[in-house]
Each structure stands twice: as structure tokens, then as C-alpha cells.
């Protein structure tokens, strides 16, 4: 429950988790850079930040600012355990936890007073528990609103808490830069550059017709919005997911159109069978080992979305929306693969460093009515097959033979979803 005008909204996030979870594995890699990810970064620990890496920067540029790096292979699984465990925990102190990623949540304490303490006293529990029992730090920011709580944990990084109390928060964040406001990027951080305003406060003096001329009616009302301190957004607990998505980052050497299929079919391989796993509370992208599910439960897509980021860091979405909702993998393959043939001239003429994918507009599957002709049912059968071996002897069972002797592929797992 939100209680207006009380800082109880916690925001905990995961300290550079990939390079984390090796260093704890591994307690030789502690107090040491680790970059995670051979051919494109993955992870960079912070001794790794300090020189300059970066998440999905090229490996052979990470190595050259960082050249006493250890570079390790991702373990996306173990990522995964270790993300359920610490969810597990924040589950253990307040029911109402909203998953942002699968290292990252909302958390709202504002009803546990009398049986926790205050939010500053759960706060610091919770980053002693997750240290002692999933062995990783956690940064912590606590506030009255959803953003100003993320915007705490972001300076109180790494390792660190930082408690907003309600009658500072413009001193808090006016003085801030104006890449601190959610929803600025690069594109828009220089726009605003141009015009001379660098700080949060010189945000909220432009006003809000002014973003909007300069921005666009959406993205200026929303900066001018949190500029202002506005954010209703509580924490929603247990909400349906609208969509899912899985992206890759391949780094800055020229990528054939046979690779990018076999990378965008994985994906789709992925996604798909997170579409049909049943939904029975735990987290649909894990992979345990028993039998085949119980049917039902899963859910459907209606808009297939495709994500590209150029060598040039500009990026481009399309997107395409099915007569009829479906889980059918080679449905949804087919989709995106017209996506990115469409897309494959511009990717020829301005590299690619990035794709992505995402399946909007879902729906659950027993919300869907079949029409005539029932010609996809055998493939789904054949769908529901693959999925249960997979259940029972693991993700990697299982592979296309485009994806075979792939040395550059990380595996990237769906996040497993925390709702």
C-alpha cells in the first residue's frame, strides 16, 4: 500500500551482479577487474568500472583500458539461482515486491511499522541478509516515490544506502545531473546540453511547455513531472506482465545475415518457451527437472518486436502485430524473421551491434479462442514436446543447428520474471 507523504518506497539493487557472483564463486577474482563475456561485455566488476568498462562495450576495446582483467565466461544459470535467491528474501520481509530485472525491485515497507521498524531499520536488514545468505552486495535507496528511491540507489552506489527523507527531497535532486532523470538517455541529454541545462533545477525552470516543444508532448510532460517531484507510481505487486524480451549484445565486428537469423531463432526458441510455461507462481524462466507441466496456464502474444542498435549507437524498433495470438514457435519465427529481413539493408550499410526481441500485448492462453484452421495445433504439439524435454534435461538439451559450434553466443537466458 502507498502511504503518501512517508519515505517507504525501497529501490535494491544488485552491485555489478554478473562480476559479483564470480567473485564470490571465485575468491580469487576478488578485489580484481572482471569483465564477464569474452567477445562483448556482459558484466564489469567495479575495479573493472574504474578504467573505464562497460556493459556491452566490444571485448577487445575492455581489454585495452583494462589489460590486467579477468575475463571469464558468463554461467547464466548460476546468475539465475542466485537472482531467485535474493528475491526469495525480499519476498521474506514485505509481500509487496515489484521485480524490475532479474537484479533489481521495487520494494514498499509503509505497513510494517509496527512489526519491522522503519523503512531505514528493514533497509539495512535487508542488505545484511542478502550479503550473509546470497553471499553479494546490494545498494539501497529508500524514498518517498518510485523514482526518487532508484535515483538514491544510483549515487549511494556501490554497496551502499541512502535514505531520501521527504522534506529534502529538492535538495536532493535538483542539484543532480540531468542524466539522474529516468528516461534520459544520451539523444536527449544532449538536446538538453545545447540549450545549457545540466542540472535537475535548470530542468524544472525550463517549464513544461518548453520540454514539450523540445521533446515531444510525452517525454517533456513526463521530465517535467519528476523535475517537479511527481511520481504516483506505487509498487505493484503480482501485475500481469504485458511483455517479455531477451536482447544480445555482438559487439562491433560485421555480423552475416546466417548469424543474425541463427541469433534472432534462439532467441525466439527462448521466448516462446517462456510463453508456454505454466504459470504457478514460480519464476517461469528457470529450468527445473522434473516432468512435463501441467497444461495450461501460459500465455499468448500478439506483437512481435524488434530491437536494433547500429555500430553508429542509434537504434531503431519495428514491429509487427498477428491476426491471432499464439505461443507457436515457428509462428513467431516467421514474424521476426520478416522483421529483420526488412531491416537487413540498413543493417548492411550501418553495422550492428545489438538485437533484440520482444513479445508484446500477451494474454493468457485460455483467454484465447481457437479459429479455423486448427493447421498450428501440430506444431504446438510438437512445441509442448520440446519443451518438456527441455524441462527435464535442461535449456541446452536442445539446440537448432544454426546455433552449433557458435563460439561467440553468451547463452543469454530469459530474466527470470519476478511478479
Known sequence: MFVRGLATILHADLDAFYASVEQRDDPRLRDRPVIVGGGVVLAASYEAKAYGVATAMGGRQAR??????????????????????????????TPQV??????????????????????????????????????????????????????????????????????????????????????????TAARLHELGVRTVAEVADLGEAALMSLL??????????????????????????????????????????DELD???????????????????????????????????????????????RFADHSRVTRSHTLQVPTAHTATILGAARRLLAAALPE??????????????????????????????RSGQALDTALDAVRRRFGAGSLCRATGLGRSDD???????EHE
Open 64 to 93: 585495452a583500458l583494462c589489460p590486467a582483467a579477468v575475463v571469464v565466461p558468463p554461467r547464466m544459470a548460476v546468475y539465475a539461482a542466485a537472482s531467485r535467491a535474493v528475491f526469495a528474501i525480499f519476498r521474506d520481509l
Open 216 to 257: 515531444g508532448p510525452a517525454a517533456g510532460r513526463h521530465l517535467h513531472a519528476l523535475a517537479h517531484l511527481r511520481d504516483p507510481r506505487p509498487v505493484e505487486t503480482g501485475r500481469s506482465r504485458r511483455s517479455i524480451g531477451s536482447q544480445q549484445a555482438l559487439g562491433r565486428r560485421r555480423r552475416e545475415p
Open 347 to 376: 543493417i548492411r550499410e550501418r553495422g550492428i551491434t545489438l538485437l533484440g526481441l520482444s513479445l508484446t500485448n500477451l494474454d493468457r492462453d485460455d483467454a484465447l479462442q481457437w479459429e479455423l484452421p486448427f493447421d498450428a
Open 262 to 308: 541463427a541469433i534472432l531463432a534462439g532467441t525466439v526458441d527462448r521466448l516462446a518457451r517462456r510463453l508456454r510455461a505454466p504459470r504457478d507462481g514460480g519464476s517461469s524462466g528457470s529450468t527445473g527437472s522434473g516432468g512435463p507441466a501441467a497444461p495450461g496456464g501460459g500465455r499468448v502474444c500478439r506483437t512481435v518486436v524488434l530491437r536494433l
Open 410 to 416: 553468451p547463452g543469454v537466458p530469459l530474466l527470470p
Open 98 to 187: 515489484e521485480g524490475l530485472s532479474i537484479d533489481e525491485a521495487f520494494l514498499e515497507v509503509g505497513g510494517l511499522a509496527r512489526i519491522s521498524g522503519a523503512p531505514r531499520d528493514i533497509a539495512v536488514r535487508l542488505r545484511e541478509r542478502v550479503l550473509a545468505e546470497a553471499g553479494l552486495p546490494i545498494t539501497v535507496g529508500v524514498a518517498r516515490t518510485k523514482f526518487l528511491a532508484k535515483v538514491a540507489s544510483g549515487v549511494a552506489k556501490p554497496d551502499g544506502l541512502l535514505v531520501v527523507d521527504p522534506d529534502r527531497e529538492r535538495q536532493f535532486l535538483h542539484p543532480l545531473p540531468v542524466e539522474r532523470l529516468w528516461g534520459v538517455g544520451a539523444v
